[in-house]
């Protein structure tokens, strides 16, 4: 099972400043400004070897939930979004050109009510020319007692589209 972590946020926290502190305060502003920065777009792969990914993952009633990548060859190591959910519609909707033949990284966050997230991480290496389908999303446990809310998680799977069959994944 992948191994589940938080992801992490750029939250600018409330700041309590005197007057004769404003250096600090012009400061602490440019810092947190990265904050704001709109995140980069995927590029899918021109050149080189490449697989076709889309996202099949079932996000549960009006929450929301992301697919980042990142390329392992990649030296700025940088998360890219790739599919965005939101409530049953994901965007893209179809197949993304992504790099095959090396380890590729994948993050999947989910939010969820009351402020919770999911987070899961995985590495994988994709085969040139097949497509592949990511699976899974939100999940639910039953409860022991009936009346009572079940267990709330998820998953993620890779499932590949020609034999219907699943890839491994490791834990990152």
Known sequence: MPAISRPTHCLPQMLKLPLASIGFAVAAVLA???????????????EGAVAQ?????YVAGGESAAVWIQLDSD??????PV?????RV???????NVRAGEWVLLNYNEAL????????????????GKRYSLVGGATFEPSVIP????????ELRL????????MPMFAR
């Open 32 to 46: 947190l400004s990265a904050c704001g920065t709109p995140q980069m777009p995927y590029v899918p792969p021109t």
């Open 53 to 57: 990914l889309r996202s099949g993952v």
């Open 75 to 80: 030296p700025s190591k940088t998360w890219y």
């Open 83 to 87: 599919f965005d959910h939101q409530g």
């Open 90 to 96: 994901v965007k893209p909707d179809g197949y993304v």
């Open 113 to 128: 009510s009351a402020g919770r997230t999911c987070s899961i991480r995985v590495k994988l290496i994709l085969e040139p």
């Open 147 to 154: 009346l009572l809310h079940t267990s709330r998680g998820c």
């Open 159 to 166: 499932k590949d589209d020609s034999d219907g069959g699943f």
